[in-house]
């Protein structure tokens, strides 16, 4: 059975057949470009992370905080086209939203930790009276990303279809926070 290598013991491998410090140097650029490109991290010109699925991509507010998940986009007025808020949670399960004090309808998806679109709501709308409504998955999630009411239907995403979402730094800050 062939043993699979972790980040540290792979760098060691690598940096251990250079031949001089030129080539250790010309590595770790090749290997930090590499990392770059496949971490699934991108970055708009703004700085912010984005959720990508194949070529699209959408800035992404990234909550963890107890607080902050609780609040969401609530007292809002909108929401950009491309922009969303990722939720990131300490655990995967049926992580139930509603629409309470928010101004304008929403695209729901809610992510497993692989990254992969498990259930989607789309268009609903901003609750107007008490009991407000919610809207729960029907498989466990760790992530939920809210968009602009829409975009899922112009973009073309459905269940099933992997996202590449903030790096793992990102993904598990709700462990740390």
């Known amino acids: 059975m062939k043993r699979k290598l972790c980040h540290p013991e792979l760098l060691f491998v690598?940096?251990?057949?250079?031949?001089?410090?030129?080539e250790i140097l010309r590595l770790?650029?090749?290997?930090?470009?590499?990392?770059?490109?496949?971490?699934?991290?991108?970055?708009?010109?703004?700085?912010?992370?984005?959720?990508?699925?194949?070529?699209?991509?959408?800035?992404?507010?990234?909550?963890?905080?107890?607080?902050?998940?609780?609040?969401g986009l609530m007292y809002r007025k909108g929401l950009e086209q491309d922009r969303g808020m990722f939720f990131v949670f300490t655990y995967d399960d049926r992580h139930p939203f509603w629409m309470?004090?928010?101004?304008?309808?929403?695209?729901?998806?809610?992510?497993?930790?692989?990254?992969?679109?498990?259930?989607i709501g789309q268009n609903i709308p901003a609750c107007k009276t008490d009991p407000c409504?919610?809207?729960?998955?029907?498989?466990?999630?760790?992530?939920?990303?809210?968009?602009s009411r829409g975009y899922i239907a112009s973009h073309g995403w459905k269940v099933g279809d992997d996202l590449?979402?903030?790096?793992?730094?990102l993904k598990n800050i709700g462990q740390h926070g």
């Open 14 to 22: 690598i940096l251990s057949e250079a031949k001089d410090l030129k």
């Open 164 to 169: 590449t979402i903030p790096s793992s730094d």
């Open 133 to 147: 409504p919610v809207y729960t998955p029907n498989q466990p999630c760790r992530y939920v990303l809210e968009l």
């Open 28 to 71: 770790c650029l090749r290997m930090t470009v590499m990392y770059i490109f496949f971490s699934g991290i991108c970055y708009a010109g703004t700085g912010s992370p984005q959720v990508c699925h194949l070529a699209n991509c959408v800035g992404v507010e990234v909550v963890s905080k107890p607080e902050d998940l609780q609040r």
């Open 100 to 119: 309470k004090n928010m101004t304008f309808d929403l695209d729901m998806v809610w992510i497993s930790q692989a990254g992969r679109i498990v259930f």
